[in-house]
């Protein structure tokens, strides 16, 4: 069976699974991709040989030759194509998040199960083999008891300030993946969160009622304490750090890089920078989620990161973005 697969959005991650489908997914095609700017839709059709662009992603709902969808459009038309999508019958990969509002999202998740449809999150760090190594030792007890987790996770350049005013905010849009990851390698869910957060890279940032520095800490159920920073501008690149702590070891994660060259002179010991972003550092992680995607509708198996998963770190970025706008600490059952 070959999965005909129709991608919504054409912007920087509608493009990275495009080619990922078309280029290493074997049981999958591209038969159509949509959006709002033509051109756009136009362009990467073009390069990757996909047989329909249109502006209008109703079209493919509509296609009775396509199987399934990879919602990649902006973060506010995630709920409408998701709900739609499932009323025509599509499995569905969305992008994080499902939506910014939490009786929205509900909405969403009623139809898509009533509809019967595959749904996946796109959590792609999850699929990272760092991480999921990590995720590994720390289940499988080989550091024992966690205590302590810390990750540190700074973009190279902010977003231009339109997909900023779209996006749900730093909790919502980025640091999501951190929540994500929190809970992931924690296997337990966040009672309490607190935040610290500034404008310190762009006031344009601020203006539009945002912020572009953070720090959160999260309270698990399970009694492990997490940190994790955030930065829209690490001048040395895409910065994407985990440590963790145990009762009978450590676990460190650092960064990616091009190459392992170390030029030593008589005043510098130096390496070239990190990969830059998440299109380079991620590239595998993007293949194996829409990997396990394709798989779990030829073979008929759940999904690995569902509706709830999609919905956990939203409580978790509306509890931050609270806790920010309050200066105290909240529960996550203030905000669920
Ligand atoms: N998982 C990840 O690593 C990751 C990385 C980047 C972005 N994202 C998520 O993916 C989504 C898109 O982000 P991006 O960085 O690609 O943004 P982008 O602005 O580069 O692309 C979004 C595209 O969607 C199009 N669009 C908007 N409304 C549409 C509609 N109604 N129908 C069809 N197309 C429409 C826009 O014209 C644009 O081309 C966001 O929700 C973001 O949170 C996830």
Do not use: W
Request: glycine letters at 8%; a negative charge.
């Amino acid at each position: 069976m070959t999965v005909r697969v129709g991608v919504i959005g054409a912007g920087r991650i509608g493009k990275v699974h495009a080619e990922t489908v078309t280029y290493r997914i074997p049981e999958a095609r591209v038969v159509a991709v949509a959006d709002i700017v033509e051109e756009a839709a136009r362009r990467v059709a073009e390069q990757l040989h996909i047989p329909q662009a249109t502006r209008d992603y109703r079209e493919i709902l509509a296609d009775p030759n396509v199987d399934a969808v990879l919602v990649c459009s902006s973060t506010d038309t995630h709920a409408t194509i998701i709900t739609e999508a499932a009323e025509a019958g599509k499995h569905i990969f969305a992008e994080k998040p499902i939506d910014l509002s939490l009786a929205r999202i509900d909405q969403v998740l009623a139809a898509v199960e009533k509809a019967g449809v595959k749904f996946q999150v796109g959590f792609n760090r999850r699929f990272d083999p760092t991480f999921a190594r990590v995720r590994h030792a720390i289940q499988s007890g080989e550091i024992g008891e966690v205590h302590l987790l810390h990750i540190i996770s700074r973009d190279p350049a902010p977003p231009p300030i339109e997909y900023v005013k779209v996006s749900g905010g730093i909790f919502m849009d980025m640091m999501i993946h951190d929540f994500d990851m929190a809970r992931f390698l924690v296997g337990a869910e966040v009672e309490e969160v607190y935040t610290r957060a500034a404008v310190r890279v762009d006031p344009a940032i601020g203006e539009a009622g945002d912020v572009d520095t953070a720090v959160v800490m999260l309270t698990f159920g399970n009694g492990v304490i997490a940190t994790i920073d955030n930065s829209r501008r690490a001048v040395y690149g895409y910065d994407q750090r985990v440590e963790v702590l145990g009762s009978k070891g450590g676990i460190t994660v650092g960064n990616v890089f091009p190459n392992e060259v170390t030029i030593c002179t008589a005043e510098h010991v130096r390496r070239d920078l990190p990969l830059n972003f998440f299109m380079d550092r991620y590239t595998e992680s993007y293949e194996r989620e829409i990997r396990a995607f394709i798989d779990a509708i030829v073979h008929d198996k759940p999904v690995p990161v569902g509706a709830a998963d999609g919905r956990a770190p939203v409580l978790m970025a509306l509890a931050a973005r609270k806790s920010l706008d309050e200066h105290r600490p909240v529960k996550i059952s203030e905000v669920g």
